[in-house]
Nanobody
């Protein structure tokens, strides 16, 4: 059974850094594009960063560009989100999403990991 598990969420002070991990079991990311999304209390879920293809294409939300970096791990079942210069506005539950490329027929979500940035 395919599953995505996020980890790395924590409480951090403004200006700090965190690295989130998304680990897949039951699949590898060979044929999937992976992205990170977040949902703050009372707000809709929004895209943070994602791969746009199976190579190196990426896109970022304007609010995180230059501060966050999405990357692949050495094994083909882990994706990271490095988050620097965190602000309280980054406080949210962060979700990992994997979609088959290019048609997105299979769409998997993780359960989320909480990131809290204190001022």
């Amino acid at each position: 059974q395919a599953q995505l598990v996020e980890s790395g969420g924590s409480v951090v002070q403004a200006g700090g850094s965190l690295r989130l991990s998304c680990a897949a079991s039951g699949i590898t990311f060979t044929n999937y594009v992976v992205g990170w999304y977040r949902q703050a209390p009372g707000k809709e879920r929004e895209l943070v960063a994602r791969f746009t293809d199976l190579d190196r294409g990426t896109m970022y939300a304007s609010s995180v560009k230059g501060r966050f970096t999405i990357s692949r791990g050495r094994t083909n079942n882990i994706v990271y989100l490095q988050m620097n210069s965190l602000t309280p506005d980054d406080t949210a539950v962060y979700f990992c999403r994997a979609q088959t490329y290019p048609n997105g027929v299979r769409d998997l979500w993780g359960q989320g990991t909480q990131v809290t940035v204190s001022s």
